[in-house]
């Protein structure tokens, strides 16, 4: 059962699984709006993403996502689509508890060609394979932990993979 006033679902995992992408397929097949978190921080700030990791660091920016994340679960009713490291914050964690949380898992091979380069993303500096492999290995437990679903992305297109979600969900599992 979602919270009241809560998001009708929750979208976590690595960068290159998806979310932003079958967040908006979702939100467009049930009429709802979709918000993604690193896109609100965006626009608080007035900068991107990795104009924040250069200019105030890693940790001022997971300060200001777990203050994203929480004003979202709190005030936003659609699909919400969570930057992947926010599960890293322990409050995040609990405030997800009693959510409808779906984890999308994507493997190395089919993150690192969505990734590409890696351009844009902060945490990708320097050799993009071995640093997705690495976050891989140790954010696919905490997903793991936080979600009641996991759905699997390699090779399959995000219409796929939100009609899987949308399955899950309206079933009620």
């Known amino acids: 059962m979602t919270p009241a006033g809560g998001p009708r679902v929750v979208l976590v995992g ?3 699984a998806g979310k932003t992408t079958v967040a908006g397929l979702l939100g467009d097949a049930w009429g709802v709006p979709v918000r993604d978190t690193d896109t609100d921080i965006e626009a608080a700030e007035g900068r991107s993403i990795s104009d924040i990791f250069v200019d105030d660091g890693e940790d001022h920016f997971r300060v200001l996502e777990a203050a994203a994340v929480a004003e979202a679960l709190a005030d936003h009713d659609g699909v919400l689509a969570l930057g992947g490291g926010a599960v890293l914050d322990e409050r995040t964690r609990r405030l997800l508890a009693g959510h409808r949380v779906v ?3 994507v493997g190395l091979s089919d993150a ?3 990734v590409g380069l890696g351009v844009g993303r902060p945490l990708l500096l320097g050799n993009v394979r ?5 976050l891989l290995d140790e954010r696919t437990p905490v997903y793991e932990a936080v979600a ?4 699997d992305t390699d090779g399959r297109t995000p219409e796929e993979v939100a009609a899987d979600v949308r399955r ?3 079933e009620g599992a």
């Open 103 to 105: 984890f999308l898992r």
């Open 14 to 16: 690595p960068m290159g």
């Open 130 to 134: 071995s640093r997705i492999k690495g």
């Open 148 to 151: 009641r679903h996991v759905v």
């Open 112 to 114: 690192v060609k969505r």
């Open 168 to 170: 899950l969900l309206e």
